[in-house]
T-cell receptor, first 114, second 113 residues
Framework: GAGVSQSPSNKVTEKGKDVELRCDPI?????LYWYRQSLGQGLEFLIYFQGNSAPDKSGLPSDRFSAERTGGSVSTLTIQRTQQEDSAVYLCASSFLQGTSPLHFGNGTRLTVT | GENVEQHPSTLSVQEGDSAVIKCTYS??????FPWYKQELGKRPQLIIDIRSNVGEKKDQRIAVTLNKTAKHFSLHITETQPEDSAVYFC????????????FGGGTRLMVKP
């Protein structure tokens, strides 16, 4: 079946512009995560959605970052007034039901801020 | 919340040798421990996981051991091959609706032919 889908796969934007990154999780997966991965680095947790509960936003690096998950499915990560240090690969992952189910990652969106 | 430490951050082995990556966790309630492999330029993918009701699990050349008393778990790769070269991430979670997975910092494994 279809895996986690992210779009766009690549995004180049000018400093100061806003960007939106999209994630389509696997159908039926109630948990959705966003991570950021800089070149050669680990997985930096950004935000976690679980069902209808309030999201865990503790990883968002600044108030320029926000995320929504509409209808418990598709999620959008928005970065306002992008900075060069926002350049990274943004990975989305989903899992079934709760934290003890395997995570399935998307291929990521490579964001480059010039 | 949960905190997962992973060591070493880089590991270089000769082809055919074994590789061991270790992780410790802080929350004694954690009972699910997956390992992910991320090849260069690709997404992380689950390679093996273990739950706290067992102490060891094997899948061909890969095995994971768990010591709940000491709160650590390890990934063992035997007879390493160049295609095992990747970044490996451990993670921990516990069985509660809404609880999220916490990742270690990753280990870059390089297998020299």
């Amino acid at each position: 079946g279809a895996g986690v889908s992210q779009s766009p796969s690549n995004k180049v934007t000018e400093k100061g512009k806003d960007v939106e990154l999209r994630c389509d999780p696997i159908s039926g997966h109630t948990a959705l995560y966003w991570y950021r991965q800089s070149l050669g680095q680990g997985l930096e947790f950004l935000i976690y959605f679980q069902g209808n509960s309030a999201p865990d936003k503790s990883g968002l690096p600044s108030d320029r970052f926000s995320a929504e998950r509409t209808g418990g499915s598709v999620s959008t990560l928005t970065i306002q007034r992008t900075q060069q240090e926002d350049s990274a690969v943004y990975l989305c992952a989903s899992s079934f039901l709760q934290g003890t189910s395997p995570l399935h990652f998307g291929n990521g969106t490579r964001l480059t801020v010039t | 919340g949960e905190n997962v430490e992973q060591h070493p951050s880089t590991l270089s082995v000769q082809e055919g040798d074994s590789a061991v990556i270790k992780c410790t966790y802080s929350d004694s309630a954690s009972n699910y421990f997956p390992w992910y492999k991320q090849e260069l330029g690709k997404r992380p993918q689950l390679i093996i996981d273990i739950r706290s009701n067992v102490g060891e699990k094997k899948d061909q050349r890969i095995a994971v051991t768990l010591n709940k008393t000491a709160k650590h778990f390890s990934l063992h790769i035997t007879e390493t091959q160049p295609e095992d070269s990747a970044v490996y991430f451990c993670a921990a979670s516990w069985d509660n609706a809404g609880n999220m997975l916490t990742f270690g910092g990753g280990t870059r494994l390089m297998v020299k032919p």
